[in-house]
Antibody, heavy 115, light 113 residues
Framework: EVQLLQSGGGLVQPGGSLRLACVAS????????MTWLRQPPGKPLEWVSL????????FYADSVKGRFTISRDDSKNTLYLHMDRLRDDDTAVYYC?????????WGLGTLVTVS | DIVMTQSPDSLSVSLGERATINCKSS????????????LAWYQQKAGQPPRLLMH???TRESGVPDRFSGSGSETDFTLTISNVQAEDVAVYYC?????????FGQGTRLEIK
């Protein structure tokens, strides 16, 4: 079964750091770009970051640029999002999703609360 | 950044009726070299991650009922749900994937009257 299993959310103080992980199974992880998106409580979806299959080409939303780092470990079929200098407005459910443009496969989401 | 604006913010439709959701982008999403519109539609039910309904503005995903249809080009797009069913209650989002950041509309909430 194709799935993305997320972990790493939780409560963190402003200015703190957190790392999210997303483990892929059921497909060839190394062949797919991967994306992080987020959704603040009661608000719309927001695209956060994208990493290509080469692991070196990355893109970020302006709101997280310089604070968040996306990475991948193809040997572990795992996508990461390292979040530094967290702010109150980073509070959201964070989703990982397969592919770079449109997303047919999503993780269930993990809640990050900055307070 | 490309701004995506949906209308209405919410709509209430009777079972079996038609629902129409509009999405407007601040710049054209039509890519001349392949004549494709870089526009997707997602459905998000309460407590769930989004589900991809449509890409290239009008290509329905596998498993999506044919009562869902997408249309439009360049800057103006429409998601139509004909014969609305109870299970269609959700928030619907359009998203452009022409240029990063791949921005979403603010969402349209569909309720049953």
């Amino acid at each position: 079964e194709v799935q993305l299993l997320q972990s790493g959310g939780g409560l963190v103080q402003p200015g703190g750091s957190l790392r999210l992980a997303c483990v892929a199974s059921g497909f060839t992880f190394s062949s797919h770009a991967m994306t992080w998106l987020r959704q603040p409580p009661g608000k719309p979806l927001e695209w956060v970051s994208l990493i290509y299959t080469d692991g070196a080409t990355t893109f970020y939303a302006d709101s997280v640029k310089g604070r968040f780092t996306i990475s991948r470990d193809d040997s572990k079929n795992t996508l990461y999002l390292h979040m530094d200098r967290l702010r109150d407005d980073d509070t959201a459910v964070y989703y990982c999703a397969r592919d770079g443009m449109v997303h047919t496969i999503w993780g269930l989401g993990t809640l990050v609360t900055v307070s | 950044d490309i701004v995506m604006t949906q209308s209405p913010d919410s709509l209430s439709v009777s079972l079996g009726e038609r629902a129409t959701i509009n999405c407007k982008s601040s710049q054209s999403l039509l890519y001349g070299s392949n004549n494709k519109n870089y526009l997707a539609w997602y459905q998000q039910k309460a407590g769930q991650p989004p589900r991809l309904l449509m890409h290239w503005a009008s290509t329905r995903e596998s498993g999506v009922p044919d009562r869902f249809s997408g249309s439009g080009s360049e800057t103006d797009f429409t998601l139509t749900i004909s014969n609305v069913q109870a299970e269609d209650v959700a928030v619907y989002y359009c998203q452009q994937y022409d240029n990063t950041p791949y921005t979403f509309g603010q969402g349209t909430r569909l309720e049953i009257k």
